[in-house]
């Protein structure tokens, strides 16, 4: 041969990872063959390999890939790591058949892991293989690294899904998750229909503690519906799985938990109240969305049944749900549920509303707190309209207290002097609970600038009015001067636009008691400021 032999034409560089004499015993017996020109052409193509990746010499990876395209070897099962890490930066025309190569040669797992981290196909099939079968042999399982996603061809899914399926039925039933997850993690589509799915939902029904995700599952809804039913067969004969539903089951259950005539569906949905927080939020806002649904068969009594038979439902929520139907629909079996939870309850103004729900079904006492709040409704309608109004002195403090942020609305959008005149003839107790009321406006950081600025303007003008006594100037100096060291110049300014507004003489007024308290310390209790005591 001219030329040389091949281990004189490719000499061995050193730092290759392998012996000196590892290269001689690699070809010189090919050299020596008949089929020597293959030898020259394997050590070509390693050549090109290193070239390729800008290396000037072939390394052990490149010869054994050289000699899987040229000469068909096969690759010993500890050379695999080698080659797959060569297959990273592999020329794309050659990648199949060297994979195939190390595929046949039965990878360790981390092998097929990296592979399939990389490469779909057949790399996947034999890492979910190797996975499946330690899944059914009861091998402990190591943590799952994440896969890419890619599309499975379609005879490689149906592939997957029989390897899966298969595993299933032979897999003990509390394996089964195990299982399931792997499926979602290789993006196998697994149906109920194709794996012994009753057997795990039987385990899994008499497990509840498992606390199993069906999230975690491509079959995931399926199952839980295969669970509902077998919950739902075993609590026609057995408390046990009623107290599962209550300890376990409702929270994976309470969204499809709609049918409040359903056993299991009312369990749920009482215990799903009972737990409170979101979960008792949510499930009452689904049935007072569900009950002014015309086209849905609930009837209110059996809602409010499965809602609240192991915990009360409070004012809001009844008024959400009873609130939610056409007058028709509100029973006298509805009407007398609603009046034992008011009748423990503070009067509120939601407790105003769902009384006015009631309007049909109300005894003496709960129709004098009806008209009582009629009143209060139409002398704040009335002042909003600019009517004249009169005394509320005939409604009850509970009833003014229930209904105060809808009067104090109408008298901060009016004019001060208006509503001081409104005020006034109101009476004493409207008067008593603005002292609080309107303090607690202003000090409210949530409320709107403008509504925090008009709750002081009405304070000092009420204070300045001639029909306050001492006890009200005392007190609403005291808020005041609070509100006014704690402020700024700006704050003071936007109250002095909204006087001059009312009235030049308040405005005047006002900044005459502003350069008093600039002048004076605070002090902790006093008598009126002589301002006040000036203005009389």
């Not at 025309?93 to 994979?99: K, T």
């Not at 190390?102 to 099939?125: C, F, M, N, Q």
């Not at 809804?221 to 919950?231: G, I, K, S």
Request: overall charge negative; proline content about 7%.
């Amino acid at each position: 041969m001219s030329g040389g032999s091949p281990a004189e034409q490719t000499p061995e560089p050193p730092g290759t990872g392998e012996p000196p004499q590892a290269p001689a015993r690699r070809w010189v017996p090919r050299v020596l063959t008949p089929d020597s020109v293959e030898a020259v052409n394997v050590v070509e193509l390693a050549d090109e390999f290193a070239r390729t990746r800008g290396e000037p010499h072939a390394g052990p990876a490149d010869r054994l890939a050289a000699g899987v395209i040229v000469l068909g070897e096969a690759l010993a099962t500890e050379d695999c790591a080698l080659v797959a890490a060569w297959l990273h930066s592999a020329p794309a025309d050659v990648r199949g058949p060297v994979l195939s190569a190390v595929l046949a040669a039965e990878p360790p797992r981390e092998v097929l892991t990296d592979l399939a981290a990389e490469h779909s196909g057949r790399a996947r099939i034999a890492l979910l293989r190797c996975e499946v079968a330690d899944l059914v042999g009861g091998a402990q399982v190591p943590e799952p690294v994440p896969l890419t996603s890619n599309p499975w061809g379609a005879d490689e899914a149906e592939e997957a899904r029989s390897l899966l399926a298969d595993a299933a039925a032979e897999v003990a039933p509390e394996r089964v998750d195990l299982l399931l997850r792997t499926a979602t993690r290789f993006g196998v589509d697994l149906p109920p229909d194709r794996f012994a799915a009753e057997r795990f939902v039987g385990w899994w029904a008499s497990h509840p503690e498992a606390a199993l995700d069906p999230a975690e599952w491509p079959c995931g809804d399926e199952l839980v519906a295969l669970l509902r039913q077998t919950l739902g067969e075993r609590l026609k004969h057995s408390d046990v799985v009623l107290t599962a539903v209550n300890e376990h089951w409702w929270p994976l259950l309470r969204r499809t938990a709609t049918d409040p005539f359903e056993p299991l569906d009312a369990a749920v949905i009482s215990a799903a109240v009972r737990a409170k927080g979101d979960a008792r939020r949510e499930i009452v806002d689904l049935f007072a969305d569900r009950l002014r649904d015309p086209d849905l068969p609930d009837t209110p009594e059996a809602v409010l049944a499965a809602l609240f038979s192991a915990a009360p439902p409070t004012v809001d929520e009844l008024h959400r749900l009873i609130g939610a139907l056409p007058a028709t629909a509100v029973t006298e079996s509805i009407a007398q549920r609603a009046f034992s939870v008011l009748s423990k309850a503070k009067v509120t103004g939601r407790h105003l509303d769902l009384l006015r729900v009631l309007s049909h079904h109300l005894c003496a006492d709960q129709r004098e707190l009806w008209a009582e709040d009629g009143r209060v409704r139409s002398w704040a309608a009335g002042f909003s309209r600019g009517a004249e109004v009169g005394s509320l002195d005939d409604v009850s403090e509970r009833v003014l207290r229930a209904r105060l942020p809808e009067v104090v609305t109408a008298l901060l959008a009016a004019d001060p002097r208006a509503a001081v005149r409104a005020i006034a003839s109101a009476g004493q107790a409207l008067q008593r609970l603005l002292l609080r009321e309107l303090p607690s406006v202003w000090n409210d950081e949530r409320a709107e600038e403008s509504r925090r600025d008009r709750a002081v303007a009405l304070a000092f003008v009420l204070a300045w009015s001639d029909t306050a006594t001492a006890d009200v100037r005392t007190a609403y100096d005291r808020e005041l001067e609070r509100w006014a060291r704690g402020g700024r110049r700006a704050d003071h300014r936007r109250i002095s636009k909204l006087l001059r507004v009312s009235a030049a003489d308040h405005a005047a007024g006002w900044h005459e008691w502003l350069q008093e308290i600039v002048r004076t310390p605070a002090e902790p209790d006093r008598a009126p400021r002589k301002w006040w005591q000036r203005r009389r």
